[in-house]
């Protein structure tokens, strides 16, 4: 071999022509059958309706690839798959990238002009370097995650659907494709390493030390003592290797691989107010919401495609959790089922199961039951690496059932009294600001006075009487501390967040036209609210109906006060406390520093749940959902009720703190339900913030009470936080 | 099939009611009206039976005030016919009055079947669909559950006792029901579709025409109940509460 003394290798050692152009045929049929795909699949989303993801495109290319380089989105929560997929999801572009350097060099430069041919001696030896090491990589990668899914089998693995019986579909097929995916990797990783230790093993060319792994198997061969046996084999696994490697890029577009190719897309058409700000129905909708796939635009279509089953979304859903029919991920599965079987762009491997005929999707593919689940907290969207968004398409698919009348008749009932009188207690309107009655001080008129903060009470606030007493301890703080503060009286109506989530969306509309002309006659610099629920949609959703003004959660002013000195505590409570973070304040308002500062302010040890900050559980109220009917499943806790289980997994903690006033609702009766009574107190945060400012100590939490002794022993034993 | 659907406006009891300084009605200027619930049932049914069979809803609502959000519902809801019969009616109107001026505004429109509700919650009285029958020379069956067309010329109606006791009749149309309850509860009408409505449909006005039914009744004197009796709450271990509770049977002569 005198004509390398440079370092560089011969693309087609030992080839007779004939094998090359079999090579090239080969390769030509499999980008052929790959692009045949990819074309069916664009054509799928082209039929789409339009979706306004365009604007920023240069920032969405640059955040979505950051997003994919650096695994962020994948490694959040899940360090170990982060890991092991960045290994293959590098090993497999540099092997890319490196074949394609190949084909650059050889296929193009070389027919141009053989003097430009670039692949060779040094920078082949640190592309063989790179290559070898970063090959190492990938077969990592691809073990830890073949453990893990055959091995360890996380519950996000399992493809179980709580949406149908048993018996009534078979995911096998999903099974399989997993398992192609998994071993044509390995193979043809293995293959390659193994080609390239014959090819060393050849003839030893001393720069090939710099493809260490294939000069180590280049040295097991000699060890063996199969070198010239294995030379004869060389082309054998030359052309294993390559018909792997050609059959990958074919099976490609058909299969789960085409998450390659879709979810850095996805990542960067993603909305990044996706299910805080829902979408607005077109005026020219004749019925509202979606029905068919003709629905659906193309970005909804390209999340069905997007999604790789991780499970992710499927573990952390409280309404899967609770035992309802529903999982984020098998709706998505299943709407691409339904959709591949309406607008092609199939999947080789799908699930068999008799799916329902014609071309109803809302309520028959997905079930109306799988729809009214859901309690929009958005962990499943938290959760996704690949920036789906389950929880818009389940608010369209709603509002189509309402306006076919097909909802529960608790929310029935709730959403005519919202109509009739603006709040869901079907109480008076005129009756919005008796909860002042029990002040001894007037809370200023809004709509009369200019004040600096208006202060948005919300519905349970306002006129659940197990919940006034709060409200009442929130305007004494204020006042105490001086705010300039003021309610808008009469003049507020339900905010609508949640009856927008619940598919009402002229109700939605209703609500917030007559709260931002209220809010238009009012004087005042922020909105403060009380209900993380009715932050969202302040926030978020009315500066698209003409009320954009600044949003502040009662915790974050509060904590301000305390902070400048307007709240000077008396005392200082002691105890340990865990702090929930109630989804919309959380998830959506990313609101979570201010309660735990004012906890630990407060004098409290904070210990975290298992569960904490963007990761936290639903207490199972949202979306609706309070205002359905009893839907707990018999024999699984209600999501509740596994929290505050979850907050008993940690020693020592006897107050559970929320901040919000239906998690104040869901928690107490979760208390008494469960079975947790004596156990656990479930405390709002301004609760405390009332002891810490009342000159008699009786009122604290004491230190050292029943709770301590009868819960100690027992909770010392147990796993705590780090156990898990 | 026709059906005619007279509805009712009655107080709506979430706010609170006011007795006029006469002391002979409520007051009516500051009260807020809302349909009566057993007319909202025959909508209901006869929405129904629309839907099942196919038919021609009319609305019909006497115009004591807010009549016509309650009629836009009644048509976003699927009626197809919506008619406000207009008057010297906001301070009520009685049972007699009523019948009588219904009686000859559905006479000048097709009808084979006129579902009312059984009555309604301000007067309790239940006459309108009694009398409609009878000025009309129609036959008439109250407190009804269920309609379903018996061929051409009849229905088969459900008719609920005491004691859960259901009579299944059969009635010759045209013909007047008293609804007590629809087979389904009522339908939910979607915001959306109400405002559509509002922008597109045009509600019918009929001058209602001049009769002389009397007020069949006057009502003499009304008063808010007066607070009488107390409550006791017992407080205590279960045992402790079942004695005490145990004791007041026995006291009463309730449990021997």
């Not at chain 1, 799928?44 to 979505?64: E, I, M, N, S």
């Not at chain 1, 969306?505 to 709260?515: I, V, Y």
């Not at chain 1, 006659?521 to 500066?543: G, K, M, W």
């Amino acid at each position: 071999m005198s004509d390398l003394v440079t370092p560089a290798r011969e693309v087609f050692r030992n080839f007779p022509a004939a094998l090359i152009s079999l090579f090239y045929g080969l390769s030509t049929l499999a980008m052929a059958v790959a692009l045949w795909g990819l074309w069916q699949r664009g054509r799928k989303y082209w039929r789409g309706r339009p979706a306004d993801r365009w604007h920023a495109l240069g920032r969405r290319l640059l955040r979505a690839g950051a997003a994919v380089g650096s695994h962020t989105t994948l490694a959040r929560r899940n360090v170990g798959v982060g890991l092991a997929h960045a290994g293959i999801f590098w090993g497999f572009v540099a092997l890319f990238v490196g074949t394609i350097i190949i084909m650059i060099d050889y296929d193009v430069v070389r027919l141009v002009n053989p003097q430009w041919r670039f692949w060779k001696g040094a920078f082949y030896r640190w592309y063989s370097l790179i290559l070898d090491l970063l090959g190492l990589a990938f077969l990592g990668g691809l073990g830890l995650m073949m453990c893990r899914r055959w091995i360890q089998r996380p519950p996000a693995l399992d493809y179980t659907r709580p949406d149908r019986e048993p018996g009534a579909y078979s995911r096998s097929a999903y099974t399989t494709d997993d398992r192609l995916f998994l071993w044509l990797l390995f193979w043809i990783a293995v293959t390659g390493y193994l080609v390239e230790g014959m090819r060393i093993a050849a003839d030893r060319p001393a720069f090939e030390t710099w493809s260490p792994v294939g000069w180590q198997i280049a040295d097991l061969f000699d060890a063996l003592g199969v070198t010239p046996a294995v030379n004869r084999l060389h082309l054998w696994f030359w052309w294993l290797h390559a018909l792997l490697a050609l059959g990958f890029i074919a099976y490609l577009p058909y299969s789960k691989a085409i998450h390659m190719v879709l979810d850095g897309v996805n990542l960067a058409f993603k909305d990044d107010l996706a299910g805080k700000r829902l979408p607005a129905v077109p005026e020219a909708a004749a019925v509202p919401g979606y029905q068919t796939l003709a629905d659906l635009t193309w970005k909804d279509l390209l999340d069905l495609d997007a999604c790789t089953k991780c499970g992710r979304c499927h573990v952390a859903c409280p309404a899967r959790a609770a035992g309802a029919p529903l999982s984020p991920r098998d709706l998505i599965l299943e709407l691409r089922e339904h959709a591949e079987h309406g607008l092609g762009g199939r999947t080789w491997l799908r699930e068999r199961q008799v799916r329902p005929a014609g071309p109803a999707m809302t309520g028959a593919v997905i079930r109306a039951e799988t729809l009214w689940a859901c309690t929009t907290c958005r962990a499943c969207m938290d959760a996704c690496p690949v920036g789906i968004e389950h929880v818009p398409l389940i608010v369209q698919m709603r509002r189509r059932l309402v306006a076919d009348g097909d909802l529960d008749a608790g929310l029935q009932g709730t959403l005519e009294k919202l109509q009739r009188y603006g709040n869901s207690f079907g109480q008076s309107d005129r009756n919005r600001a008796r909860w002042t009655q029990g002040l001894n001080f007037k809370i200023k008129d809004a709509r009369k006075e200019p004040v600096e903060y208006l202060w948005f009470v919300g519905d349970y606030a306002a006129y659940d009487p197990a919940l006034q007493g709060l409200t009442r301890g929130v305007a004494r703080a204020f006042h105490r501390a001086g705010l300039d503060f003021g309610i808008l009286y009469e003049g507020e109506r339900n905010s609508g967040n949640d009856v927008r989530r619940a598919g009402e969306e002229g109700l939605f509309q209703l609500l917030a036209e007559k709260n931002v002309e209220a809010l238009a006659r009012a004087r005042f610099n922020a909105i403060v609210t009380t209900d993380p629920h009715s932050y969202n949609t302040l926030r978020f959703e009315y500066p698209e109906l003409g009320a954009a003004y600044r949003v502040r959660h009662y915790t974050e002013v509060l904590l301000d006060l305390m902070r400048s000195g307007h709240l000077p505590l008396e005392r200082r409570l002691g105890g340990v406390a865990t702090y929930h973070d109630p989804c919309y304040l959380s998830r959506y308002a990313e609101v979570m520093d201010a309660p735990r500062e004012m906890l630990v302010t407060l004098g409290l040890r904070l210990v975290e749940m298992r569960r904490n900050r963007q990761n936290s559980f639903c207490c199972g109220a949202g979306g609706g959902r309070i205002w359905m009917g009893d839907t707990r499943v018999a024999g699984v806790p209600t999501a509740a009720e596994q929290r505050i289980a979850e907050a008993l997994e940690s020693p020592g903690i006897r107050s559970f703190v929320v901040a919000c006033p239906k998690d104040v609702t869901m928690y107490r009766a979760a208390v008494k339900t469960g079975g947790f009574e004596g156990r656990i107190e479930v405390k709002e945060i301004v609760e405390l913030l009332g002891e810490a400012l009342a000159p008699h100590p009786a009122l604290s939490i004491s230190p050292s009470g029943p709770l301590r002794g009868a819960g100690g022993g027992r909770e010392n034993t147990g796993g705590g936080v780090a156990g898990r | 099939m026709d059906i005619v659907v007279p509805v009712k406006m009655v107080p709506d009891l979430v706010e609170e009611l006011e007795v006029n300084a006469e002391g002979t009605d409520l007051d009516r200027s500051v009260m807020k009206l809302r349909i009566n619930e057993f007319d909202e049932h025959a909508v209901e049914e006869a929405l129904g039976l629309k839907g099942r069979h196919g038919a021609r809803v009319t609305v019909l609502a006497v115009d004591t005030g807010d009549v016509d959000e309650t009629l836009f519902t009644c048509l976003a809801k699927g009626a197809d016919r919506a008619v406000k019969i207009t008057g010297d009616f906001q301070n009520g109107v009685s049972s007699h009055t009523m019948a009588a001026v219904l009686a000859k505004v559905i006479a000048g429109m097709p009808h084979d079947l006129i579902l009312a509700g059984v009555q309604a919650a301000d007067d309790r009285d239940g006459q309108v669909g009694v009398l409609l029958g009878a000025t009309m020379g129609l036959p008439h069956v109250s407190v009804v559950t269920g309609v379903e067309p018996a061929g051409d010329k009849a229905v088969s109606v459900r008719q609920e006792y005491a004691g859960g006791l259901v009579a299944e009749l059969e009635v010759d149309l045209p013909a007047v029901l008293g609804i007590q309850a629809a087979r389904q509860a009522p339908r939910y009408a979607p915001v959306s579709k109400v405002r559509q409505i509002m922008k597109t449909a045009k509600l019918e006005a009929i001058a209602a025409p001049a009769v002389d039914a009397g007020a069949g009744s006057t009502v003499r004197r009304l008063a808010k109940p007066e607070v009488a009796g107390r409550a006791e709450f017992i407080e205590g271990s279960p045992e402790e509460v079942a004695e005490r509770l145990y004791a007041i049977l026995t006291e009463r002569g309730l449990v021997k």
